[in-house]
């Protein structure tokens, strides 16, 4: 598997920007019944993470939003094709790490989870902050990563 690629908005190509919002409608639209906006305006400024297998072909995205005094994780996505072989566990890893020597003045790394998912974030150190809630009709927690940058 690649390494992972990390661009601005500004830097990603046209096939780039293709390839994100294929992958993240695929997944969070169709696979996961949610009609919703999935296409914001948090893409203009994000940092952009992106994976692809030896074919060329997207497997892995997340993108990161500076909030002053954290970072926010969000639209983590593995494609169906490259679950089940560490793809997600990698591209977490890296999206904490990415986040850290991006935003180096961020005190915490947040994400809103699935709910399903929590043990898997916890596995990194996220703890949960919320109870779960319903987004876009699917069960989330908020959990948030204390980081030391020092």
């Known amino acids: 598997m690649k390494t992972m690629i990390q661009k601005s908005f500004a830097e990603l190509s046209s096939r780039e920007l293709f390839q ?3 992958l993240r409608v695929a997944v969070f639209v169709v696979e996961q019944d949610c009609a919703y906006q999935e296409v914001d305006d948090l893409d203009l400024t994000a940092q952009h993470l992106l994976r692809y297998d030896d074919a060329g072909n997207l497997i892995a995205y997340a993108r990161l939003m500076d909030e002053g005094q954290q ?17 997600g566990r990698d591209l977490v890893a ?21 709910a399903y998912l929590q043990n898997f974030y916890a596995s990194f150190g996220f703890k949960p902050v919320s109870e779960i809630y319903l987004e876009t009709g699917i069960p989330h927690l908020d959990m948030i990563l204390t980081v030391n940058n020092n």
């Open 94 to 114: 890296t999206a904490i790490r990415a986040a850290q020597t991006t935003y180096p003045e961020a005190k915490q790394i947040v994400i809103q989870a699935q």
């Open 20 to 22: 994100i919002y294929q």
């Open 71 to 87: 970072v926010r994780i969000g639209r983590v996505v593995v494609a169906q094709s490259a679950r089940e072989n560490g793809a």
